[in-house]
C-alpha cells in the first residue's frame, strides 16, 4: 500500500472531532470506518448563503433564505408544552415571524434588539403570514468577521448520530477538519488523464473537495459531475472485468452437433413458425455454446413472446450434444406447466422430461435422483428445489432460468456449482430498464424477443373506477356468454396480509353471488392454500372446468390460459407498473380479444392516477419499464440493485443515463485495450481497484 493510500486508510477515529465513542457511532450507522469512507459520504443538497434577500422577495416557492435585518419585538406565547418564542423580524421591506419551539428560555435571553443579525431558515406560510420556524441565526458582524457566505453542504443524519453532535453542521465541521489532513497529493486520480481531459472532468482531488466545500455553484456542478461519472465507470470497470475475466479463464461447453434431434423437432413437431425474433434470439443462443466461451446470457422477452418454446429448443442443442439441461422456475405452478408444455411438445421424442420440485418427497423423489445422475434423464423441470444438495447431474451442459428477476445472484451462482461450467440462459418477462441492466445484469449478454407471434389481437386496457364497477361486470358477463373464462386478482401485500385477504373472500363471494352456480363455478385461488389445493385450482382454471378464478398475485408469472380473456384487477392502484403488465400478460394469449380491467378507488394520487393511464395507453413492456423507473421512488430501484449488491452513493440510474452510457463505453474501450491496466496511465485506476476490492480474486493480488 503506498503512503497516500495509508493516509486514505486510516481509521475514522483519530480523525479530529470523532475519537474511538463517535468513530463506532459512525462505522454503526454509516459504515464509515476510515478517512475514505467518510470522503465518499456525500451532501444530498446544498443551501446557498451567498446571497441575501430582502423580505418582499419572500414567496411561497421560497425554500431556504438568508436574511439581513433586526429583531423589534419578543413574545413568548401558549402554556406548558405548547410554549412558543416569537419574535418579529424586520428590514426596510417588511415584518415576519421568527418562531421557536424549543430552547425557548435560552434563545430568549440571547437575542438582542437593535443589532444587525443574518438570519436563515425555511419560510412557513400561516394563514396569509410568514414565519421561519427554528432559523439559524448570527450577529452580522460576527458572520463577515468569519467571512462566511459560501455554499454549504447538508448532509443527512440520524437520531443517534445527531446525539453526539453529527448533524448536517457537525458534519461540515468534520470535512474541514479532514481537509486539514488531506492534500491533493494523497488523492491519486482513478479516471485516467486522458478520460478525464476528454469529457472534461475535473481531478478527483478537487472533485472531492468541492463536493463537501464548495464556494461556487459552479464547483458543485463540476464536482458531482466528475463523481458521478467515477461511480459509474468504476463499477463498469469492476462488472466488464469480471466478465473478461470469465471470458478467459472459463472454456465453454462444446456443443458441435447439430442433426436429427434438434432438425426433426424443426420440421415436424413445431406447432407453428417461429417469429423472427425467436430465430435470431435462437442464433444467437447457438452461436453461443459455438464459440468456445460459456453462454451466460439474459434473454428479455415481454409475456408471451414465446420465451418456452426458445429455451426449449436451446435444451435440444445441448441434448444432441449429449448434455443433460434443467429448466428452473419461481413457483411450483409454473414449473408444473413448463413440465406439461415440454412433454406435450416432445411427445413422440426420445428425449426423458421430469420434473422436480418440494413436493416431491421420499421414494419419488430418490428415483428421480437416480436417474438423473445415471443420465437417463435429459430434461429436468423444477423449483428452487434444484438447488439442493444431493440433485447430481450426470453431465450438465446447459441452465435456464426462468423469471429471472425471483432469483438473487447467490441463488444462480449455486445453480452453476451444479455443473462443469454449463451454459446459462436466464430469461425474463420483465424488461428491464436498459440502465438497470446496464448495471444489475451488465456481466450477461443480452437478446430481445420484440416481437409477438402473429394473430394475437391486442389486449384491450380499460380503467374504471369502483362507481363504474356494473361496466366491469358487464364485460366479465359478455366473456363467460362467449365460453370464454375470467381470472379476478386481489392484491396481497405481506404488510396488511389479514385484510388483503379478508378482501379477497368477500370478492369471491360477491364474484358467486353475481355469477352464481350450476351456470357458473367460481373458484379461489391464494398462497396460503396447500400446494396440492393450488394445483387442482389451477389444473381445474386450464382445464376450462372453472370458469372465474378469483386469486391473488400467485398467477402471476408465466401462467398460460389461452381461453382466459378477461382479468380484472381489484384496488389495482396498489400495484406497480410492471407488475400491472405481468399479470395483463396473464390473459390475451389465445385468439380472441382480451381485456384488462383495472378497478380503482375514486380519489387516487398523482403517480397512481399515471400508472392507471399508461397501462390503458400502452403494451410496451419496454417502455412500462422505464415509465416504472422513472415514476417511483429511488428506493425500490435502489432495492433491485441491492439484490445485485451494487450500491450507488452520488449518481441516480433515473437521471444520469446519458453518463451511464459514456462510462460504460468508455469502461468498455479502455479494458479492451489493457484488460489488466497495466499501461503507466491506468495505474492510478488499478490501484484503485485494488485498494476497494481487496477481496475480489482479480484486483486482491498486489502488483
Ligand atoms: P412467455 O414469453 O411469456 O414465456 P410463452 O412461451 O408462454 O410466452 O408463449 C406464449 C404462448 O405463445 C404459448 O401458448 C406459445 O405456445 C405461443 N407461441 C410461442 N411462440 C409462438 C409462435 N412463434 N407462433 C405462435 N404461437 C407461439
Ligand atoms: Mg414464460
Redesign the pocket.
Known sequence: MSLSQQKLNTSIEYLKGVGPARAQILRKELGIYTFADLLYYFPFRYVDKTKFYTINQITSETTYIQLKGRITHLEELGEKYKKRLLATFEDDTGQIQLIWFKGIRWIKNNLKSNVNYVIFGKPNFYKGSVNIPHPDYEIEDVHTMHNRGKFEAVYSSSDHLRRVGFNSKGFNKLFSNLFEIIKAPDIIDNIPETIRQRFQLIKRFDALQYIHLPNEQHQIKQAQRRLKFEELFILQIKILSVKIDRQNSIKGLAMPNINTLFTNFYKQQL?????NA?KRVLKEIRNDILSGLQMNRLLQ??????????SLMSMLMAIENHYQATLMAPTEILAQQHYA?LKKMLSGTKVCVEILTGSIKGKRRNVILERLVSGEIDILVGTHALLEKGVKFCKLGMIII?EQHRFGVAQRARLIAHGQRPHILV?T?TPIPRTLAMTVYGDLDVSI?DEL???REAIKTVHFKEYERDKMLHIVHKALESKQQVFVIYPLIYESAKLDYKALEEGFESIRNIFPGPKYTVDMLHGKMKTVEKEAAMNRFSKGKTHILVSTTVVEV?V?V?NASVMVIESAERFGLSQLHQLR?RVG?GNSASYCILMTGSKLSYEANERMRIMSESNDGFLIAETDLNLRGPGEIEGTLQSGHIILSIANLKTDKAILKVARQTAMDLLKKDPLLKQPENLGLKQFMQFKFKESKRWGRIA
Open positions: 406447432p407453428f413458425e417461429l417469429t425467436q422477452g415481454d409475456v408471451g413472446s414465446g420465451k418456452t418454446i426458445v408444455t426462468d430469461m418477462a424477443i407471434p402473429p394473430g408465466g398460460d389461452p400478460g394469449r
